[in-house]
């Protein structure tokens, strides 16, 4: 019995740690806005046609902040904000149907969760004195804070917010 | 007091009663006077405060029998976030996970540290609700349900989201909201009303959700979104990890529950998505390629 649980575990986190995150060969799209498509994934490229508002696109690659896109009338290279993915969502449908119990599998594994906060709930609770302690006692320092983010290769960037569009 | 306090912080707002207060409309511009002579805080980006790091030790936290309203202290901004996000717990405990809790607390507080107030004790908590959602309180108070954090592929995505309830900390969004509604409710007072001005902290705060409905807008989330996705990048990570978030958002359906909420106090992914691509422009193209660190995020199943 003893062995079987263990061997769970490991089948477990063998795919906890393998759980695909690559995406679709092919994804679909469209366009968030019109833009310029070009020969390369530079600014000043040459065009190579339009995209037009909410055409849909094939997405061939992604290169940087650039998505190579292929329109019904041409194919070139877009920054990736004016695409609106439409494939991405292949793990995040199968989490959140799951998560929520709503897939109709009735697989419903958490009772604990609150089903929807919804404005009416959020506005009778009640303080809660004994979570507010917990949240408490489980913050970090700047400096455990920075560590971390060594560990992790992380290395702080100069860079000014970006201004509000027009 | 508590139960009530707590809506008006979340960066969600309350549509349902946004039209109660037109009565006070009458009142808003005096009050907005007040506000900009009292406060200074018009509609100014977030001032880098260094004070966050001097009145930790010069101001000793008490409880607040009043608010001053007019120019909150750090401290009370603290512990006005601190009743509104007890109320939160109230309706959405913690996830019982403590490796999840402290991994969050980390990267946010990673992310909190490239911001204008580093200082701030900054409090970060994954919540037990299948909603996609996140919130934030005034003080350093964010919290986000287990909902959305399983929808994260790597911690880049994680760290733009708390980049964007970082945000509206820094930039007082929910602050400037209750505020408003504060001096709102003096000048009522002031006019004679029933309020008497031992009862006035209490009644801004207890209304401070419909306020919050009203006049936090799609500005602010807009803006929001902005500093947030730049907070995760100064923080090292890929500027993308946001936008991706919000690409997957965009994928639910509008009508599921578990995104009712986050819907109706949020302009649509799709929106959101197409205003940072026009703020953006050629300004990312520049910037370095960033890490994404999906072998690091928390998994939590």
Known sequence: ?166 | MHKSIFAALVTTAFIANVYAFDLGKALEGAVKEKIQETTGTKTEPANTDNADNQNAVADTPTAQPQINWKSPSRDEEVAIGREVTGSLLGAAPLVKNDDLQQYVNKVGRWVASQSERPDLPWKFGVIESNDLNAFAAPGGYVLITKGLYQTFQNEAQLAGVLGHEIAHVVQKHHLKVMQKQALLDMGAGLLGDKFGDNKLSKKAISTGAEISARNLDKSAEYEADRIGMMLAYRAGYDVYGLPEVLQNMAQINKSDDSVALLFKTHPHPDERLAQLGESAGSQLDKLKAGKTLENRLYLLR
Not at chain 1, 109 to 128: D, Y
Request: no cysteine.
């Open chain 1, 1 to 166: 019995m003893k062995r079987h649980t263990w061997l769970y575990l490991i089948v477990a986190i063998g795919f906890g740690l393998s759980s695909p995150i690559s995406l679709a060969a092919t994804e679909s799209g469209t366009a968030l806005k019109a833009d310029t498509l070009r020969v390369q994934p530079f600014a000043d490229a040459k065009s190579s046609g339009a995209l037009i508002k909410n055409e849909p696109l094939e997405i061939i690659t992604k290169k940087g902040a650039w998505l190579q896109v292929k329109t019904k009338k041409s194919t070139g290279w877009v920054r990736l904000l004016s695409v609106k993915r439409a494939s991405t969502g292949n793990v995040l449908k199968g989490t959140v149907a799951v998560a929520t119990g709503r897939a109709g599998t009735g697989k419903v594994v958490s009772t604990t969760g609150i089903r929807g906060l919804s404005a009416e709930e959020l506005k009778a609770a009640q303080f809660n004195e004994t979570e507010m302690k917990k949240l408490e006692s489980l913050a970090v320092s700047k400096a455990d804070a920075q560590k971390f983010a060594s560990s992790g290769g992380l290395t702080a960037n100069q860079a000014a917010y970006l201004k509000g569009a027009k």
